[in-house]
């Protein structure tokens, strides 16, 4: 009795329709792989794929691939971050400068950064270099803008009572300014993860010899569709885990953010008086 | 009084015009524009002497003399104006495409919401994955053909257009469809007259982000398979070890691209 009331409660309507869906696309993938339809090997049956998966994930030079990847994103992260909160503070303080930059940021922000390197290419080689920095290029842009406009919402009075203390120019950034725009700036820099790991396989998809990108590529070239199909799914899984684990690094440094939120949101009159 | 008001109507667009171009002029004016003009030519300047006087070689930056004079020639003209049309036609039948299956969509997820309950965290993950990273497959599937860029540009403009529709549906005040009701129109007319128009400006913030996705998933595909326009431009002249072609190149995407952005925001704020 319990047990039926449990997996009812798990088999939730929103949980049936999503393992419905999945079978329903496994079933339609089987379906078209084995119909004839389409040329042999261009689209492997899923088991097909799952088999290629489990090799992949046996493989040791996957591990060396995907740490390459990683090391590229992370550090290129760092510097582009670093760059663009520098920027961001910089454009932020000064309407000036703001009004005389910011066009040429948002410009190049919309821009596909792809276009670029040829120039990265030249300027810092085929090797690894050239990857991080296409991930710094691709992490600048989304942390500059959220910093800057982090930097707009921050209360006068806070940066009031900073210049009231005399606090120099790097106490003011470290107390005044970073903590009060914590929330943008964490959006700014999730979104960075994101887009410097997508930089980083871009550029090791166009010119690499070690990489996610480059075994992707490697394995597409070859015609080895069953492992190309394996390496997405894994370079998908990559990138969905670091972003969840880089919301849940995030979560210590927003928790005193959020419960200022709820204190706001709780009304000043107490209980009982009402 | 017809006369008047006819008048009246004529002289609008012209008022208009005048105040955007009297806008213009004034951002112009401004001397943090200037400034940042100036900074901007002045890091031209410095580049051009770098590498004329050899301390930056040319075969890894091409004078920006050279790059911008590229930009002027007759016969690259003629070329990106072919790669534009090229890119530009994809782009548009890909977001004709984009906007024919995801507002029906967005419209089952809103009539339907345990639906919309179900597939809302897969849209967030999938407008967040490197959805051109498929293109290999979609390569295999459908060939070394402008329809796999259609699609690839489809696959990626799709998803904001589908969240946002059903965002803009599910934000429309009931005040007005029980006005629709009380008027005893039909579901259809309801969707036509009321919900559609009163969704347009959030329908149209994800139409935005589609066009963006779209172009740059085209043309970074375009340049990744060395096919199509404007990013095959760029692959093309750089394997060619054409460095100063290059440059020019780049500048025209880029160029091209600003300009587009500057397009959509315009819209936007119209629609708004």
Redesign the interface.
């Known amino acids: 009795m319990s047990t039926t009331s449990s997996s009812s409660a798990f088999l939730t309507?929103?949980?049936r329709?999503?393992i419905v869906?999945i079978l329903v696309i496994l079933a339609a993938w089987q379906l078209l792989a084995v119909s004839g339809l389409?040329f042999e090997g261009?689209?492997p049956q899923p088991l097909q794929v799952l088999g290629a998966l489990y090799q992949e994930l046996l493989s040791p030079s996957l591990y060396y691939d995907l740490g390459i990847t990683l090391f590229e994103a992370a550090l290129g992260f760092i510097i582009g971050s670093a760059i663009a909160i520098g920027v961001g503070l910089w454009l932020g303080s000064s309407?000036?400068?703001?009004?005389?930059?910011e066009?040429?940021i948002?410009?190049?922000a919309?821009?596909?950064k792809?276009?670029?390197?040829?120039?990265l290419?030249?300027?810092f080689g085929l090797g690894i270099e050239s990857k991080i920095a296409k991930s710094a290029m691709s992490t600048f842009f989304p942390v500059v803008l959220s910093t800057i406009a982090g930097f707009l919402q921050i209360d006068k009075t806070l940066i009031n009572v900073g210049r009231s203390f005399d606090l120099t120019r790097s106490r003011m950034v470290r107390m005044i300014y970073i903590p009060a725009m914590l929330r943008p700036l964490a959006v700014g820099l999730q979104l960075g993860v994101?887009m410097s790991?997508?930089g980083v396989?871009?550029a090791e998809?166009?010119y690499a010899s070690a990489g996610l990108?480059a075994r992707?590529?490697r394995y597409?070239d070859n015609?080895n569709?069953s492992s190309?199909?394996a390496v997405?799914i894994i370079?998908?899984a990559v990138?969905?885990f670091v972003?969840y684990l880089f919301a849940r690094l995030q979560e210590p440094f927003l928790r005193h953010e959020r419960s200022k939120a709820e204190n706001a949101a709780r009304p000043v009159v107490p209980v009982e008086q009402t | 009084m017809s006369k008047a008001k006819g008048v009246a109507i004529s002289a609008a667009p012209r008022r208009n015009s005048a105040s955007s171009g009297l806008r213009f002029l004034r951002t112009i004016a401004d001397p943090a524009v200037l400034f940042g003009f100036l900074v901007f030519v002045a890091i031209l300047g410095a580049v051009q002497w770098l590498v004329a006087s050899g301390h930056i070689s040319r075969a890894i930056v091409a004078l920006p003399s050279d790059a911008i004079a590229g930009l002027f020639s007759p016969e690259f003209s003629g070329e990106l104006f072919r790669a534009c049309r090229l890119t530009f036609g994809l782009v548009v039948s890909a977001l004709v495409l984009e906007i024919l299956v995801a507002i029906p969509i967005g419209y089952f997820l809103y009539r339907k919401p345990v639906f919309g309950a179900a597939y809302e965290s897969w849209l967030a993950a999938l407008f967040a994955a490197p959805i051109f990273l498929l293109y290999p497959l979609f390569m295999v599937i459908i060939g070394r053909n402008n329809y796999t860029l259609l699609f690839m540009g489809f696959a990626a403009g799709v998803i904001p257009i589908i969240i946002h529709a059903r965002l803009a549906f599910m934000t429309v005040p009931d005040t007005l469809i029980n006005v629709g009701r009380s008027f005893h129109l039909t579901q259809s007319q309801i969707f036509w007259k009321i919900i559609l128009p009163s969704g347009v400006p959030t329908i149209f913030a994800g139409i935005r982000l589609a066009l963006i996705y779209t172009l740059i998933n085209i043309i970074a595909i375009e340049f990744l398979v060395d096919a199509g326009g404007l990013g095959r431009m760029v692959s093309d002249r750089y394997f060619r070890f054409d460095i100063a072609g290059t440059y020019t190149a780049i500048s025209a995407v880029a160029l091209v691209s600003v300009t587009l952005n500057l397009i959509i925001n315009r819209l936007e704020k119209m629609v708004r």
């Not at chain 1, 309407?95 to 930059?101: I, S």
């Not at chain 1, 792809?114 to 120039?119: E, N, R, S, T």
């Open positions: 309507p929103v949980r329709i999503k869906t389409l261009v689209l309407n000036f400068m703001r009004r005389a930059f066009p040429y948002h410009a190049l919309g821009m596909p792809i276009i670029f390197l040829p120039i290419f030249l300027v994101a790991i997508i396989l871009s998809i166009a990108g992707l590529i597409s015609f569709i190309t199909y997405m370079i998908f990138a969905a972003n």
